[in-house]
Every structure is written in C-alpha cells, then in structure tokens.
C-alpha cells in the first residue's frame, strides 16, 4: 500500500487515458505527451456535460489527427445535474457568488476518467489543468477517490511552455487545429449550467468586461442588449428540485436549458468577479449562468414560505462550508455525504410555484404559492386575526430576562 500520491516511472508508461475537451490545452497535450511519454498511447476522453452548441462536433477526428489512438465521448449531463448541481441547489451553495459551474463537472468527470483508465488498463491518468488553478484539485480527488494508484500526468507542471501564446506557438509548429486566435485566446469552461471567461484583459481588474463586444457573451446578452419588455416565468419545484417551467413538466436537466433559454434572453446571471482560489491566490473571472441564477432565486424565494426558520438558519450557514467543499474538489467525501443529506431532509417541503418577472439582467418576484406554505395570512394581518396580541408581553418578559437581570446587577438591585 502506497501513501502520499502514485509512484510513477516514465518508462512503465505505456496507455494513457487523457481528459480531453479539444481545447488549447488538451489538443496540444496529445503530441506532448506522446513525445515525452515514449510515444505511449493515448486514449482521449470527453465528457459531455451539456456545453453543446457543437462543442464537441469534429473532435474525434482532431483527437485522431494528433495522436490519439481513439475518443470516448461520456455523456455526463444528467448525472452532472442529478447527482451534484440539485443538492447544491437545494443548499442554496454558492462560493462568493459563483454559482461553482466548473466545480459542478469536475467531480463526475474525474470519476467517469478513472473508471475508463481502470476498464482500458491505463498506465496514467493526464488532464490539462493548471498548476495555477483549482481543477488540478478537482481532478486529482476524485481520480484518487476512484483509482487510488493510478499515477497521474499534469503537463503544465512539467512542460516548459510558459503561457497560452507559448501554447499557440507548440500548436502551429505541430500542426494541430485550433478554433481560437491569439485575440480571442480567453480561457473558457462551459457546461450545460454555465460558461466562464478569464484570460486576456480580464486579468486586469481596472479593465471594464466587454459584454456588448459581438462573441465574448455566448449564452446570452448583456442587459443592455436586452428586450425592453419583460417576460414572466414560473418555476415548479418538488422537494426543492426543479421539475418543470410554466405548467410543463421536464427533468432538471431540461429545466435548466430552457431557463438557460429565457435568462440568456434577458441578460440574466452575469457575474464579474475577483475570486479566492483554492490554490491561494485571487483571480477575475466573467461567468454567465442564466438558468442557474433564476433557479437558485426561485428555490430561495420558495424557501421563504415552506422552511421554518430555524432550518433556514442553519442552512444558510452550512452552505458556506458546503460550496467551498465542492470549489475545493471535496465532493467524494463523508462530509458531502452528510451535507447532502441535511439538503434533502430540509427540503422535504420546499414544493409549489414560483412566478418571476425578468426584465434586463434583472429576477423581480412576482408570487409563489406551495401547498406546505407555513404563511398565515389570518396570522400577520394587520387587519383582524386569532392571534391574542396580549400574549407578546409575556413573551418580552422571558425574552428580556436575562438583559433586565444585567441592569439590575449594575445598579447593585439584585
């Protein structure tokens, strides 16, 4: 039994099984590694998680072109949003107002990478990630959740390249086909919850985000770019999970979609913002998550009248440690398991409709009904009611006992 990380020596590595997306990083780690790793086969694997829009249209043969001896495609969406994106809904997690789209994939497609490395007899495991950033993290947690002995192969923690022109150059001499331009060279994540924007002007904080530049926003508009009409949507929900949109019932992958759909429409869910990395340091980022803001400002909202308010309470607070687990790759862990318990237990009865107005970049409530509504209209009316507002007295006696007490002692009463 080995502690402390896989042991691993270069000339054991025959078949390596690589996180691939087709991106800058992942398209050139292929002739990279096959350089560097005794020209050992390389076994490419995608996850779909929901990016579309023909993100991985053309990747076979590209994967084929540099190197790899084949591609598997893992259609990942439904378990990404059933298994880690509807618990952390019903927490209400977010990491300092990220609404943890990258986070979200990362665990299952970690997890579906070391399956296949085990079921192809891999030697290593490699991934594209920066040893600057926090999927590095991710990745490798639930690799050794799953394949506790699998070595795993990190290039930018070996390679020489320095940056992403340096990358592009290693591109253009290999000739591996690229999609981007050294212009449009963001560094970008998209799944079916969110895409994520860094890179480029972004790195500095004094630089305005160019949200009405025609291509930067691709799953929506920038609010100014928005209709001048609002537009109503309900969101129904069962036991805190999304199961339909204005009267239509869909699973909570379709539900995001369609939100995705209506949100984008409208300029919802753009983020700009300076976060606290895992790794330690801070770091800008633009993420647009159109569907993702009106389900979390719907569950809220639908919270309001169904959670009493010591669970509320406590909800709130456990959802700070449970987004900053999934942000710091934490999720195959006896804590989530636990957390995500209390998410379920505590939403038993967040059931019933939420009707919201969306009017550039803007979710503006506009009624919920739940039939588990703890709301007493007969009880808060300012108008006539069964509650004996009498009995508030005693209540402040008690209440104030121990504050009545302390003055008593300071003025030498007791």
């Known amino acids: 039994m080995h502690f402390g990380g896989a042991t691993m020596n270069k000339e054991n590595i025959k078949k390596i099984v690589l996180a691939y997306s087709g991106g800058l990083d992942t398209s050139i780690i292929i002739p990279w590694l096959k350089e560097h790793y005794n020209n050992a086969e390389i076994i490419a694997v995608a996850a779909d998680v929901g990016q579309g829009d ?13 190197g790899a001896s084949k591609l598997i495609i893992a259609d990942l969406t439904d378990e990404m949003v059933d298994e880690v994106i509807v618990p952390a809904l019903k927490m209400d997690a977010n990491y300092e107002t990220y609404l943890l789209g990258t986070a979200f994939a990362r665990p299952v497609i970690g997890k579906k990478i070391a399956e296949i490395a085990l079921a192809e007899g891999a030697d290593a495991i490699a991934h594209g990630c920066t040893g600057k950033g926090n999927d590095q993290v991710r990745f490798e947690l639930a690799i ?5 002995n699998m070595p795993v192969i990190a290039p930018w923690r070996e390679w020489e390249i320095k940056s992403r022109d340096e990358e592009i150059d290693y591109a253009e001499a290999h000739h591996v086909p690229l999609k981007i331009s050294r212009e449009t060279n963001y560094s970008k994540d998209k799944n079916l919850w969110h895409l994520s924007h860094e890179g480029l002007d972004l790195e500095d904080p004094a630089n305005e985000a160019q949200l009405e530049k ?35 019932k869909m699973k909570a992958s379709d539900v995001i979609r369609k939100l995705n759909e209506l949100g984008g429409k409208h300029g919802i869910g753009i983020i700009d913002i300076v976060e606290n990395r895992l790794i330690g340091m801070k770091d800008r980022g633009v993420y647009e998550t159109p569907g993702g803001a009106i389900l979390y400002y719907a569950h809220e909202h639908l919270e309001m009248i169904t959670v009493d308010k010591e669970t509320l309470h406590v909800k709130k607070k456990l959802a700070i440690d449970y987004a900053d687990l999934i942000y710091n790759g934490k999720w195959y862990t006896p804590l989530q398991e636990a957390l995500t ?64 007490v302390q003055a008593l002692r300071e003025q030498g009463k007791l």
Do not use: H
């Open 214 to 248: 025609p291509g930067f926003l691709e799953m929506g508009v920038s609010p100014l770019q928005a209709p001048d009409e609002p537009e109503y949507v309900s969101v129904e929900f069962e036991a805190g999970a999304p199961v339909g949109v204005n009267g239509v």
């Open 54 to 66: 023909g993100e991985l249209d053309g990747l076979e043969e590209k994967a084929l072109k540099t």
């Open 341 to 404: 318990a209390f998410a379920n237990e505590s939403n038993k009865y967040v059931t019933g409709s939420v009707k919201l107005k969306l009017y550039k970049g803007n979710i503006i409530p506009a009624g919920m009904t739940s039939p588990y509504s703890l709301y007493s209209e007969n009880l808060v009316t300012f108008g006539d009611s069964d509650y004996d507002q009498a009995q508030a007295a005693g209540f402040i006696d008690c209440w104030g006992l121990p504050t009545k």
């Open 144 to 148: 050794a959740r799953y394949a506790p």
